[in-house]
């Protein structure tokens, strides 16, 4: 059985007068593990994540393309997990939370002052270079990868094994006012 994952983007910039402007970009992706061998993986202890991992991943590509680096967060981490955790709760993936939260709303719950912060999401991937490998193929997602203001980052990964999707992964990346 294939699992399905949609991955939308939401970026926001400050502009002047403290007007937020809101770009909505989507693109589907397929994972082809069956759903027997994901869970023998997640069984195993297989899935993980490891924050700084994921960081040098994307520095490294970032690196490539002339971009600076980005530091993890705290704040940006936590909003991750938030959303994270909210996705497997409701066994979804989208950009808005069940309790009617966007991205924008966790940043800024987190007292992250934020004057640009976008958003990854994943569904489905059972390890960190599979979901960044669908994040690079997606153009809008890529865009954000590549965010040139982009500063810091948090990432997170909850894993339901009862769920369709079994892993649940958001990234978000920011620049401070």
């Not at 989507?26 to 082809?32: K, L, V």
């Not at 971009?67 to 993890?72: H, N, Q, S, T």
């Not at 991205?103 to 569904?123: H, Q």
């Amino acid at each position: 059985m294939l699992t399905v994952t949609t991955k939308r983007l939401w970026r926001w910039r400050a502009v002047p007068a403290a007007v937020l402007a809101l770009q909505l970009m989507a693109g589907c992706a397929e994972t082809g593990l069956d759903r027997t061998a994901n869970t023998q993986r997640l069984a195993a202890g297989e899935v993980t994540l490891a924050p700084e991992s994921a960081r040098d991943m994307i520095n490294a590509y970032r690196a490539r393309k002339g971009l600076k680096p980005l530091r993890l967060d705290g704040k940006l981490a936590s909003a991750a997990k938030r959303h994270s955790s909210d996705l497997a709760k409701n066994d979804r993936i989208s950009h808005k939370g069940s309790d009617g939260t966007d991205p924008w709303d966790r940043v800024k719950g987190t007292g992250f002052k934020a004057k640009l912060a976008a958003e990854n999401v994943g569904a489905g991937q059972m390890s960190l270079p599979e979901v960044f490998k669908g994040w690079q193929e997606s153009p809008n997602h890529n865009d954000n990868l590549l965010l040139p203001d982009a500063t810091h980052m948090g990432i997170a990964l909850v894993i339901a094994p009862q769920t369709q999707y079994q892993t649940f992964w958001t990234l978000v990346l920011g620049a401070p006012l």
